[in-house]
């Protein structure tokens, strides 16, 4: 079944890419971390590529954990500060949309609010802003507390935060800044406005100190999957970043958001689900089979370990035996990482029966999310089924090292979408929005003003 529109696609860098040995692979940019240039090559192979939309995951604090594991990963550990590299990249790039991590559990709305607001001018209408509410006890301790707070109060204040932010970023109507030389005019102060919110977790008092950005708002990004997460992304999420790695899950997935949207009275053509999918491509499935055993071959047992570890959410399997099933009491830790991490991974386990060394090889290739190892044909065979029977609107495409791994990906599978016609050969306007075939917010007072005025 043909959809009549095309497919999304995503870049979602990790320094090194998505497999846990990625860093160690010939062909990886072992120092990308820390290198600027390796970033402007994959963004602009990501742009030649005509990708919607580089997306940038973000922890806010050192890894920690068994000293064995750590000095073996080159993943959460240290980099960039994603806004500050987007700024950067948004001057050598010109189409592709500039997409960042920030915190609703150690920010504050304000400063969210203007950083996401100024990328957006800086870069002609391109950001946007992930919002996550952070899943690690370490974060909290660099943030003036000693616990994080519980899975529920996440949520709930991060309702309020992307509220108070919106409003912010209402401040100032689009017509506001006249610039009249003649006059001596340079703003109508009527045309700006205070927020004065003030709620459970939050009083601010705006207006924010940014003009209206080019896209009204940033687009809204979020990646939660649990039932907090899906109210969240219902709420608030223009684009839905999902860990499905199974297309029936998907698909009720896709149905579930789109409805819970449209009780809240969005309409849900506004939201764009693009679960996380991790691509080795060779010209041949013999070839692309070949580049998969190589990265395998590079994980050290105990790094597959922890990443499982990881992947679940932060449960302690240092005691369990590695050749045997998950222990049947496996409880989720509800302070740590993302419950529908856990859910998804144990169920895969106990219905196929998996160890939890098999269990771990599989979470390595993507970091908890779908992978693909084949042909172009075969690839774009996975995209096509998963895009036309509605489990998704595109993908959040996770390069396995890099730049090697992209590299591929634009150039086996692109021209396959291509020749499907499901994907773009050019980009459909300037701004990030249009791009993914979103509306621009009205500005609430312009709207309350219309409707005052009829």
Known sequence: MRRGEKLRLGAFFNPTGHHVAS????????????????????????????????????????????????????????????????SALSTVTKRIGLVATASTSFNEPYHVARKFASLDHISNGRAGWNVVTSGFEDEARNFNRDTHFNHAERYHRAHEFCRVVQGLWDSWDDDAFLRDRKSGIYFD???????????????????????RSPQGYPVMVQAGASADGLELGAAFAEVIFSNHFEIKASKAYYKQIRDRAASLGRDPAGIKVLPGLSVIVGRTTEEANAKFETLQSMVDPIVARELLSLVLGGVDLSKANFDEQLPNDLKPNPKNG??????????????????????AYRAISARGKSFVVGSPQEVADHMERWFSEHACDGFNIMPPYLPGGLHDFVELVVPELHRRGIFRTEYEGTTLRENLGLKRPVNRHAAAAVSVAV
């Open 338 to 359: 993302t419950l529908s991490g856990f859910d998804n991974w144990v169920s895969l386990a106990r219905r196929e029966n998996l160890t939890i060394r098999q269990l």
């Open 189 to 211: 102060p009527t045309r700006l406005h205070k927020l004065d919110h003030k709620g459970e977790h939050f009083k601010v008092a705006g207006p924010l100190n940014v003009p």
């Open 23 to 86: 860093w160690r692979h010939p062909d990886a940019a072992a120092d990308a971390n820390v290198n600027f240039q390796h970033y402007v090559e994959i963004a602009s192979l990501a742009e030649a590529g005509k990708f919607d939309l580089i997306f940038l995951a973000d922890n806010i604090s050192v890894r920690t954990g068994n000293p064995e594991v750590i000095k073996r990963s080159a993943q959460y550990i240290a980099g960039f500060e994603p806004l500050t590299l987007l």
